[in-house]
């Protein structure tokens, strides 16, 4: 499975100019997170053509977890499939093909790890339907808080400054917003 993977991400990297991929330090990153939480439940928003959804994938594998991945566009839900497919993860993923604030409320299930890639002004609303099925320990991670700092302020400040999470800008790739919900 790690042969296939890696073969399925050095594709992807390949492709990285024209597609506008995750930075591969950041997808790594991530996974780490993901693997050192033992999130069972990972929550993606925003798959594009799979990258971040296979390194979720791959931490998964390893944690015996779970990936709920949301794309609104219909071609790269599908690309998400093919690459999944190649590197033999299908197993690991749930794709949901929609607007993730309509297809994430009608889940149920706690949430360990959320990552958001989406559309830049819904951040908080992805954050707000997921929040309330996170635990304490429970992780967001949020990309290119730094690339696109002024699109992405309302944001970094909502979770900076809310009284039940702590949050840090990490400035590797594009900036991920790290944040982990420490009460109730």
């Avoid at 330090?25 to 993606?44: G, P, Q, R, W």
């Avoid at 979720?56 to 944690?63: D, K």
């Avoid at 779970?66 to 993923?93: F, G, H, M, W």
Wanted: with cysteine; glycine share 6%.
């Amino acid at each position: 499975m790690e042969q296939e993977l890696f073969d399925t991400l050095a594709e992807l990297e390949m492709k990285a100019a024209k597609d506008s991929l995750m930075d591969p330090d950041s997808a790594k990153f991530l996974s780490i997170l993901a693997i050192t939480n033992k999130a069972k439940l990972m929550v993606e928003v925003g798959s594009g053509v799979g990258y971040s959804t296979l390194w979720l994938a791959y931490a998964a594998s390893v944690t015996g977890g779970k990936v709920i991945s949301c794309e609104i566009d219909p071609a790269q839900a599908e690309a998400t499939r093919a690459n999944l497919a190649k590197a033999n993860l299908t197993d690991y993923v749930e794709i949901l093909a929609g607007d993730a604030r309509t297809t994430l409320r009608q889940r149920t299930e706690p949430v360990d790890l959320l990552f958001i890639d989406g559309d830049y002004g819904q951040y908080e609303t992805y954050f707000d339907v997921v929040y309330k099925r996170m635990n304490i320990g429970s992780t967001v991670v949020a990309d290119k808080v730094v690339a696109h700092e002024n699109d992405l302020a309302d944001y970094t400040t909502y979770v900076q400054n809310h009284p039940n999470l702590e949050s840090v800008t990490v400035p590797l790739g594009q900036g991920l917003e790290v944040t982990v919900k420490i009460s109730e």
